[in-house]
């Protein structure tokens, strides 16, 4: 008796470039495919079909996605890699025109078809010509749940709406990622309960403007209302929420998370400039004024309140005098932490056809000046950690027991650690420890029995 020849399974690779919003796209995608007759394989050099989610909000991410695209492209030509599919931000940005100026992809896919990735690979497989799945804008609000998750299984992102309504001058996420729409309130809870039952006990609420959640729907106090909720969910230990609006932030949310037993001390509040005219050139409502009031607000309510935000320099028209006032205020707020990008005129922005563009020279000189001023400062407030108790939460952990942690005051992937030699305790352990020294940005510290 002949025994009938087995079908060979499509294998399926997968790479998940950008931010945590990307995340989450990627782990609905990789569930999508896991719930199909084909397999997933962690060698994405070697697979029948590669997925490459992208970001593209910045020229650095679509660097990053385009070397992606063109080093898949090359396993290609080998004969290692048989078809290539572009999702996400890219080719919502770019279009069809991604498939003109990129050799090598097979498929791409906009943010709306995210769902319907599976099928696509199908049709992909079976195509000879490219395969375009997109909608213009993305106006939908997605179903995060069922998420194959790429984080470790004790912490994850929980999406609270989609797309943005703010116009920042420089900034493209609104023309790709629609406009701002609020995730339903009881779609969330489901959710938060969903990835905490799968082990989170940490949960990072995302969003590009967290604090208007709500707001669109005519919902006086969602986010506090949400979050109320969210602290109810039994075995979820800390909430963390990112992306903070500053105007967003009101008396009501600081006695909120001042209060709570598990919103994190933890403001991440993107700022981009502190010059009131750079502020305006912006289209930022902020100024500096309001700014300056807010973190000391939080820092009176909230003492152990750790600080986040986000500068661009290098915009137009920024003068040296401008340049050093926001130095000046970098000094005098002593952020946590501090991320810093040169501005890139982004095509399609008003910022970009605005007068005075500063040389790339000039751009490259002053982050680096911020940033040696922000080391300073990060260098100065881990000297004082020194000496005190924390309770991290343990991500990782090699096999000579040194491990890598997190107190409350490090979000994942974009703080600073804590390093924990001769640790016994398991990923997803909350442990109390010691801080005997630092190293650059991270703390050493030492486990409590």
Sequence with gaps: MTRKKRKKQVTVGFVALGCPKNIVDSERMLAEIAQTDMLITADSDNADVLVINTCAFIEPAKAEALDAIKHAAEQKRKGKIKKIIVAGCLPQRQGT???????????????EQRDNIARIIKKTLAADEPVAALTATSKIIHDDRTRLRITPAHYAYLRISEGCNRTCSFCTIPSIRGPFRSKPHDLIISEAKELVASGAIELNIIAQDTTSYGRDLKIKN????????????????????????????????????????????????????????????????????????????LRS????????????????????????????????????????????????????????????DIKHARREQLMLTQQQIAFDKNNRRIGSDLTCLLDYIDNKH?????????????????????SRRLPGSLLNAKVTATKGYDLICKQKT
């Design 222 to 297: 969602a986010l506090v209302t949400l979050l109320n909720e969210l602290e109810s969910i039994t075995d979820l230990k800390w909430l963390r929420l990112l992306y903070l609006y500053p105007t967003g932030i009101d008396d009501r949310l600081i006695e909120t998370i001042a209060k709570s037993e598990k919103i994190v001390h933890y403001f991440d509040i993107p700022i981009q400039h502190i010059n009131d005219s750079i502020l305006k050139a912006m289209n930022r409502p902020d100024k500096k004024l309001q700014i300056t009031a807010l973190l000391e607000k």
């Design 97 to 111: 025109e991604l498939l003109n100026e990129t050799a090598g992809i097979d498929a791409i896919v906009g943010l």
């Design 402 to 422: 040194t491990a890598t942690a997190r107190f409350y005051g490090q979000a994942p992937d974009i703080d600073s650690l804590c390093i924990i030699e001769n």
């Design 301 to 360: 309510r909230i003492p152990d309140s750790v600080l986040r935000t986000t500068i661009i320099v290098g915009f137009p028209g920024e003068t040296e005098d401008q340049f050093e006032e926001l130095l000046e205020f970098i000094t005098w707020a002593k952020f946590d932490h501090l991320g810093c990008f040169t501005f890139y005129p982004e095509p399609g922005t008003p910022a970009a056809q605005l007068p005075d563009q500063l040389p790339e």
